[in-house]
């Protein structure tokens, strides 16, 4: 079939919710389209392993440009290519950010977007293990639950964060979100379940729904005003699919922004660098680019039991006969939220803590047992663009995160540094924590602190905005996700967030997902 319904571009964490809940209609078809494969690798399906996805074929492996903060480095970011997208690759936490994110969209223009509107929609999308409740859905295709196997270690961690100062917390996603405990994550007994698993494995027998893998989009092409099909490279070949009502954008907020531009749509100035015609002139298509900046530290433990010994024999054993053990951990099992200073309407930083060592994104190993703890900048104000490098869909996009560019967003990391320490040398950690490695003793004056976290910040893979929801000066989708200036095209993930919220953002992207399903079937 050349022509469908609805196109969705992208089987990600909002795409598949899409093209799964609208194909729920029988009497609609609908394609959608991804440029990976199968996400069914035990890479993918062991939680712990989510690090060696990276730099392989499960990944488009984006490198930034010249980063001026962080003394010119580019910064290696990986993004899921294949299906469920980052629900497949992520460290599975579940959080849906702060009431505030959603408010503060709502007061700022985004109808229909604040907090009490879209509760019904994570909880439509959730099954979670505690079952229903006034924050929680019981029988949702999303299963969320509490880890499989809690570590030792991490508990001392939370033990350490009380004795500080934190208030227990044992849902982030509940009344409050500040405080430490463990978080939920993306699991169904043990091991990774993703969008690809909940939405699309069910939905794959309904004959209105085609899914296409292998097939990269190149452009969508629009006539007269309206978006009526897109171009695919697949197999080498140069292939049309037409769209009678809409073709939705979900290919994220790095891909998003490259096929709009693909397509005519964004900066005037910047596509004819590219000899691009333009369609619809918008200088907010790729800007406004968000992430969560991360900083981590690690010590050297005298614990046992850490996931220092999560690659034996016995551990992979545990896991494929019983899915219990190490490898049943998404590395980063606790940590919590707290203000670096008064007078913010959320916090603004996240501690994200694992019982093992994790640095550069897991390349770097350590030959002793540690732990790590991390600073995730959940209230970052930086801010960047993401821009054509060529007007060949097959190169990689220009992407430049800006990070640390607010000075505001190093002042925190600062404080954030000084209280992961105090943390470590707290009663619950003191007798198992041993020698500081990152950044390590010789950082102790602000301006070597500082120096430490310009020379080893990298993030959290969170990027996010750069299509986001406002009018036509200052956003690119309307409050129903439809593009400014073209009918019939809509865009659906995490580059519609009007500002980026505090906390991993999966889980707010499945809800993009659910929402923009609701607005397209009511104007169907």
Not at 227 to 238: L, N, P, Y
Request: proline share 5%.
């Amino acid at each position: 079939m050349s022509s469908y319904d609805y196109i969705v571009v992208g089987a990600g964490s909002a795409g598949a919710v899409v093209a799964a809940r609208l194909s729920e209609d029988p009497s609609t078809r609908v394609l959608l389209v991804e440029a990976g494969g199968s996400h069914k690798h035990l890479n993918v399906q062991v939680p712990a392993a989510f690090s060696k996805q990276f730099k392989t074929a499960l990944d488009w492996e984006y490198y930034t440009e010249p980063e001026p903060e962080l003394g010119g480095r580019r910064i290696y970011h990986p993004r899921a290519k294949m299906l469920g997208g980052c629900s497949s690759m992520n460290a599975m936490i579940y959080i849906r950010g702060n009431r505030h994110d959603y408010d503060s969209w709502a007061k700022g223009g985004a109808t229909g977007w604040s907090y009490d509107e879209v509760l019904p929609l994570f909880r439509r999308s959730e099954a979670n293990s505690r079952g229903e409740s006034v924050y929680h859905g019981g029988d949702g295709p999303l299963h969320i639950e509490d880890p499989r196997s809690p570590n030792a270690v991490s508990q001392k961690i939370v033990d350490a964060m009380v004795a500080t100062g934190f208030d227990h917390n044992d849902d982030f996603n509940g009344a409050e979100q500040t405080g430490a405990g463990f978080y939920q994550v993306t699991q169904k007994r043990g091991r990774r379940w993703t969008t690809a698993d909940g939405y699309l494995t069910p939905a794959r027998h309904r004959k209105n729904l085609t899914v296409l893998t292998g097939a990269q989009v190149m452009r969508v092409r629009v006539a007269d005003g309206r978006a009526t099909g897109i171009e695919v490279q697949r197999e080498g070949r140069r292939e049309f699919y037409g769209a009678d009502r809409e073709v939705v954008l979900s290919a994220g907020a790095l891909n998003t922004p490259q096929l709009l531009m693909l397509s005519g749509i964004g900066p005037a100035d910047h596509l004819a660098e590219h000899a691009i015609p333009t369609l619809v002139d918008n200088a907010n298509v790729g800007a406004h680019l968000m992430d969560h900046p991360l900083v981590l530290m690690n010590w050297e433990t005298s614990a046992k039991g850490t996931l220092h010994g999560a690659e034996s024999p016995v551990q992979l054993a545990n896991f494929l006969a019983r899915r219990r053990g190490l490898l049943t951990s998404n590395v980063g099992e606790t940590g919590g939220f707290f203000h670096t200073r008064t007078g913010l309407e959320a916090p603004d930083m996240q501690v994200i803590a694992a019982p093992g060592y994790f640095f550069d994104h897991g390349f770097s190993t350590y030959a002793s047992p540690a732990l790590a703890m991390g600073l995730s900048l959940v209230g970052s104000q930086s801010r960047g663009a993401v821009r054509l490098l060529s007007a060949d869909p097959m190169d990689k996009p220009s992407i430049s995160f800006n990070y640390l560019s607010d000075p505001a967003d190093l002042d925190a990391f600062v404080v954030g540094v000084d209280r992961l320490r105090e943390i470590a040398a707290s009663g619950p950690l003191r007798g198992i924590v041993r020698k500081e490695i990152h950044p390590g003793g010789q950082a102790q004056t602000r301006a070597e602190v500082e120096q430490s976290i310009r020379r080893e910040m990298e993030h959290t893979y969170h990027p996010s905005c750069t299509a986001r929801i406002g009018d036509e000066s200052d956003g690119v989708v309307d409050p129903e996700l439809r593009v400014h200036g073209v009918s019939g095209l809509r865009v659906a993930d995490a580059s519609v967030f009007p500002t980026i919220p505090h906390g991993n953002t999966h889980a707010p992207t499945v809800l993009v997902g659910e929402k923009a399903a609701d607005l397209i079937r009511a104007t169907s």
